[in-house]
């Protein structure tokens, strides 16, 4: 069966810090991957997809990057974190073709 | 790029059955249509999907009309741990897989 990993589940970083946070999914091949962003008590944002290894979309161009390594390796990151970028980060994926859309158990970060 | 448009928030009591209703007006010839239930500090959690007509499954049914610009999630008799945020979101292959999710209803369920 497949499983998707994202981690840490909180994250409290200084304003101006980098960022990486890693999801990983198991038992599928080439998924379609993505980033959502939620703030507290509002809907989810789009901010990155990728149907592909090296394949990124950017919805969100911000202070934000995304890398697809690996064919099941997704990761955001950020150079310098502003105020704004707290949140809930979830990663997603999918099966090409198929859009329904399987959930980690997301990242809660605050950057203070 | 389809855009969804529900209702923002619905009440409704214990063992009533409730209707959430999604407007998707611009859907594509290729597009399904997915739900999805969200609690607190949780990633969403799929519920049904469907390309058209009727589908259902063992906690909901999905209601498609033949020109799919809706679609109506029906929740049999509800209790009160159905109280969640209910996505509906479109899309597929002619969006390029990009998956936008909208507003989601706020279901609360009394006792």
């Known amino acids: 069966s497949q499983t998707i990993h994202q981690w840490p589940a909180t994250l409290v970083q200084p304003v101006g810090s980098p960022l990486s946070l890693e999801c990983t999914v198991e038992g599928t091949s080439n998924p379609n991957l993505y980033w959502y962003r939620q703030a507290a008590g509002r809907g989810l944002q789009l901010l990155f997809y990728?149907?592909?290894?090296?394949?990124i979309s950017s919805e969100v161009p911000q202070n934000l990057s995304a890398s697809r390594p690996q064919d099941r390796q997704f990761i955001l990151s950020s150079k310098k974190l502003l105020l704004s970028d707290s949140g809930f980060y979830l990663c997603a994926w999918s099966a090409g073709g198929n859009e329904k859309l399987f959930f980690g158990s997301g990242t809660q970060l605050s950057v203070l | 790029l389809a855009k969804t448009t529900q209702p923002i928030s619905m009440d409704s009591y214990e063992g009533q059955e409730v209707n959430i209703t999604c407007s998707h007006n611009?859907?594509?010839?290729?597009?399904?249509i997915t739900w999805y239930q969200q609690f607190p500090s949780q990633g969403p959690r799929f519920i049904i999907q469907g390309y058209k007509t009727k589908v259902t499954n063992e906690v909901a049914s999905l209601f498609i009309p033949a020109d799919r610009k809706s679609s109506t999630l029906s929740l049999p008799r509800v209790s009160l741990s159905d109280t969640a945020v209910y996505y509906c979101?479109?899309?597929?292959?002619?969006?390029?897989?990009?998956?936008?999710f909208g507003s989601g209803t706020r279901l609360l369920v009394r006792p």
């Open positions: 990728s149907v592909g290894i090296g394949q």
């Open positions: 979101l479109v899309g597929g292959m002619d969006s390029s897989y990009k998956l936008i």
């Open positions: 611009n859907i594509a010839t290729n597009d399904y």
